[in-house]
């Protein structure tokens, strides 16, 4: 089945830039939007953005400007970076796939989560 | 604060019926499809719901999705101890070009 793993630095110093990998098992990343959300502990979910094989991407405006998203497909993996961090930053990151074209707020598939914390 | 609107908290009896409601605006909810999410304690979300009211493969027809302008229920029937876990809404923002999730509301199964 398909699966979903996050990976990187659990630890990120303010001011420099977290970095996360996902890499996707049982199924081509070149067949769907893939896309990142955030979750800060105790508190609701945040769509950082989305990605797609040909290199297309949508930002949450909110994020906009720090961050960057990519995919490699000979690795069938797509990653994540939030550059100048700060204590706001600090939240478990998921990665999930969207399968519909129709619904783009439909994640079928997720990670189970990495935590990422900002902190000197 | 979230675009889109949630009650924090719902509460209901094991065998009850619980609707959650979503609020949103027209250039979400109104105009894009919606959809739900349960996230049990310490666990990735899990999507129950998508284009409003089409559930995927192996969710069970207690869990029911609808959507009325610009807002929209999920729906749970015979309540489950197991049911007890925060349920999100989502929807494509049109406007902001973006995915805008509901606060959360969490269910509690007395």
């Known amino acids: 089945q398909v699966q979903l793993q996050e990976s990187g630095p659990g630890l990120v110093k303010p001011s420099e830039t977290l970095s996360l990998t996902c890499t996707v098992s049982?199924?081509?990343?070149?067949?769907?939007?893939w896309t990142w959300i955030r979750q800060p502990a105790g508190k609701g979910l945040e769509w950082i953005g989305r990605?797609?094989?040909?290199?297309?991407?949508n930002y949450n405006p909110s994020l906009k400007s720090r961050v960057t998203m990519s995919v490699d497909t000979s690795k069938n993996q797509f990653s994540l970076k939030v550059t100048s961090v700060t204590a706001a930053d600090t939240a478990v990151y998921y990665c999930?796939?969207?399968?519909?074209?129709?619904?783009?707020?439909?994640?079928?598939?997720w990670g189970q989560g990495t935590m990422v914390t900002v902190s000197s | 604060q979230s675009v889109l609107t949630q009650p924090p908290s719902v509460s209901a009896t094991p065998g009850q019926k619980v609707t959650i409601s979503c609020s949103g605006s027209?250039?979400?909810?109104?105009?894009?499809?919606v959809s739900w999410y349960q996230q049990l304690p310490g666990t990735a979300p899990k999507l129950l719901i998508y284009?409003?009211?089409k559930r995927p493969s192996g969710i069970p027809d207690r869990f029911s999705g609808s959507k009325s302008g610009t807002s929209a229920t999920l729906g749970i029937t015979g309540l489950q101890t197991g049911d007890e876990a925060d349920y999100y809404c989502?929807?494509?923002?049109?406007?902001?070009?973006?995915?805008?999730f509901g606060g959360g509301t969490k269910l509690t199964v007395l």
């Open positions: 989502g929807a494509w923002d049109s406007s902001l070009s973006a995915v805008v």
């Open positions: 990605t797609y094989s040909s290199g297309s991407t």
């Open positions: 999930a796939r969207a399968p519909y074209s129709s619904s783009w707020s439909a994640f079928d598939i």
């Open positions: 027209s250039s979400n909810i109104g105009n894009n499809y």
């Open positions: 049982g199924d081509s990343i070149s067949s769907y939007y």
């Open positions: 284009d409003s009211n």
